[in-house]
């Protein structure tokens, strides 16, 4: 696992980090954990969000996607407005 993130502290620098520069391994294991913890979900969409007007932030317009659209689903605000 990407060395910020570890299932204990999701902060926010870390879960910047992990999704800019983890691997495949590292973001399934955060989606395992996501799955399971609505705020950790609403705050990979807030650290996405920082990263909105980077074209190149692909991974984390992603995250900032795929946490809006699973927290709208089970009934949630999840504002991924750009």
């Not at 060395?3 to 399934?28: F, S």
């Not at 954990?33 to 984390?60: C, F, N, W």
Request: net charge positive; glycine share 10%.
């Amino acid at each position: 696992m990407h060395r910020h993130l570890n299932h204990r502290r999701y902060t926010l620098a870390a879960l910047d980090d992990g999704i800019g520069r983890g691997g495949q391994a590292d973001w399934a294991q955060l989606r395992c954990v996501a799955l399971q913890d609505r705020e950790l979900m609403g705050k990979i969409v807030r650290v996405s969000l920082a990263h909105a007007q980077e074209p190149y932030a692909q991974r984390h317009h992603f995250w900032r996607q795929y946490a809006g659209q699973h927290i709208r689903m089970i009934g949630g605000e999840g504002n991924i407005s750009a």
